[in-house]
């Protein structure tokens, strides 16, 4: 018995069929191209970016970078030490949570109660605004290394870099 007699509509249904399987494979391979800009590209993710704590190697190093570079007996390399540890100062603050749109803000938002060497790292803060805002303004070496050891005072307080 053929197929033909017991279904008299076989070869139009199976055309409807195969058109439709035609149909929902070209569906199918539409929506997966469409659906491919979703999927994760693992080579495009980035490690999270690190966040220093206080204490951490990275900030010691920076801060020995800055020592380092305070003495050279030179006026340009100990000026930019001081520039360097005023920006350490004003990111670490913003990473504490203290408020301010700048370093001067941030330092008027704590209390000397809160830091025993919050008005020396005021003391050179001035001495960083000197030297930004007065482009003739000398600063002996000796002196330099008086608002270095302020800035690091500071930091020692809030366990940024080691006591010695």
Do not use: C
Not at 55 to 60: A, E, F, P, T
Not at 63 to 76: A, D, K, L, V
Not at 143 to 150: E, G, M, N, S, T
């Amino acid at each position: 018995m053929d197929i033909q007699t017991v279904f008299p509509f076989y070869e139009a249904v199976r055309m409807i069929f195969v058109i439709l399987d035609i149909f929902f494979l070209g569906f199918f391979i539409f929506i997966i191209i469409k659906a491919w800009k979703f999927v994760p590209d693992f080579a495009k993710i980035s490690a999270p970016e690190k966040i220093y704590t206080l204490g951490n190697v990275v900030l010691q190093e920076r801060w020995e970078s800055i020592i380092g570079r305070s003495n050279i007996n030179s006026m340009e390399s100990t000026r930019l030490a001081i520039l360097d540890a005023d920006n350490m100062i004003d990111e670490l603050l913003n990473r504490m949570g203290v408020q301010g749109g700048n370093i001067t803000e941030r330092l008027e938002n704590l209390s000397p109660d809160d830091f025993s060497s919050l008005s020396s790292l005021w003391s050179a803060h001035k001495i960083r605004n000197r030297i930004v805002h007065e482009p003739d303004f000398t600063i002996a070496h000796e002196d330099a290394q008086k608002v270095i050891a302020d800035y690091g005072s500071f930091l020692k307080e809030i366990g940024v870099i080691e006591q010695k």
